[in-house]
């Protein structure tokens, strides 16, 4: 399984919550690939505790240099290579691999497009090369692990029109492939979510034009809602009654707004609530942060591994 996740803006969650899920997966067994597309800003390194990938590493043999000059991507074993004793400690358990694919470091975005063809993939136009290395490297590491994840940079970015292309081309027809987009519980993320996915450049109009059927590639899609305020919590935020009252009334009214926007419950793989340790340290939560340190939340174990199984629960992406 090939999983793409995106946001049409930053500071989402989108980078931390990826790699939450790429641990959860390998904590349930799976041997994981994790790929840094965000090229111009490939921090997942950090995320993962690893220091000599913080922001991509400097040999020469990133993601940005596998497009550019076809040299085969690196690929780092977490558990072998990071600081943080909770995925060091993968290799203790019964668990799969992990590995992060490293962007480079100082690299940036770069144009990937191709030459605009009719609509359908009978009447595509030649193919292009980064599209074609691109679905051969995802090819490759499907047959290799049992579970990818790609983090895509935000909005409609070159990362986006990549994959966008390199899924669409024949080899990549037998990969199972589902997106998760990424928003923030706010009415404006709400609305930049609703246009990435169905704009008229959006996800779904931009895959079209690249030979994507519209209903298969609509199936794929799901949400995912980040520091999401658990209002059934005595202590939310709110220091007033009147403050109280507002915060209630506004969550309905998101609900309301989602669910027009097509972004309700319905279609939302996962919802990952507000915890202080995401938002200051965007890190990796063990089940050592909750039960031992104490410093994360129970509720956002739960989440994560919700989420994590949800991507293989085939009812939820059924037909919406």
């Known amino acids: 399984m090939i999983v793409f996740a995106t946001s049409d803006k930053g500071g989402t969650g989108r980078s931390v ?29 950090a995320v993962f505790d690893i ?3 913080e922001r991509g590493v400097d040999s020469g043999d990133g993601l940005h240099s596998y497009f550019l000059r076809g040299k085969r991507p690196q690929q780092l074993e977490v558990a072998a290579v990071t600081d943080n004793d909770s995925l060091r400690d993968l290799r203790r358990r019964s668990a799969g691999r992990l590995v992060l694919i490293p962007g480079d470091l100082d690299g940036g975005e770069f144009d990937t497009r191709s030459r605009p063809g009719p609509r359908g993939r009978a009447g595509r136009g030649e193919p292009n090369s980064m ?68 704009g008229r450049k959006g996800l779904i109009e931009g895959g079209v034009d690249r030979g994507h059927d519209r209903e298969t590639l609509r199936k794929s899609l799901r949400y995912v809602r980040t520091a999401v305020v658990n209002l059934k919590e005595a202590r939310f935020g709110a220091e007033t009654a009147a403050q109280e009252s507002w915060l209630r009334e506004y969550d309905r009214k998101l ?26 340290r965007e890190q990796i939560v063990s089940n050592a942060d909750v039960e031992v340190s104490k410093v994360a939340n129970q509720a956002t174990v739960r989440a994560f591994v919700s989420l994590a199984e949800n991507l293989s629960n085939e009812t939820l992406w059924e037909d919406w």
């Not at 990826?18 to 390194?45: E, H, K, Q, W």
């Not at 909005?155 to 029109?161: K, Q």
């Not at 492939?177 to 009415?187: E, K, Q, S």
Request: aromatic share 10%; charged share 20%.
């Open 51 to 53: 220091p000599k990938a």
């Open 17 to 45: 919550t990826s790699c939450n899920i790429a641990y959860r997966r390998a904590l349930m067994g799976d041997d994981v690939a994790y790929l840094d597309f965000d090229f111009g800003s490939p921090t997942a390194g």
């Open 131 to 198: 599209a074609e290395s691109c679905a051969r490297l995802l090819v490759d590491l499907d047959n290799e692990f049992d579970f990818i994840i790609v983090d895509l940079s935000a909005g409609r970015s070159y990362a986006v029109d990549l994959v966008l292309e390199a899924t669409a081309l024949p080899q990549m027809d037998q990969a199972i492939c589902r997106w998760l987009v990424f928003h923030r519980w706010t009415r404006q993320h709400i609305i930049a979510a609703e246009g990435l996915v169905f």
């Open 255 to 280: 609900t309301e707004l989602a669910d027009q926007k097509r972004l309700g419950r319905a279609n939302t793989a996962g919802q990952i609530p507000f915890d202080p340790v995401l938002q200051w």
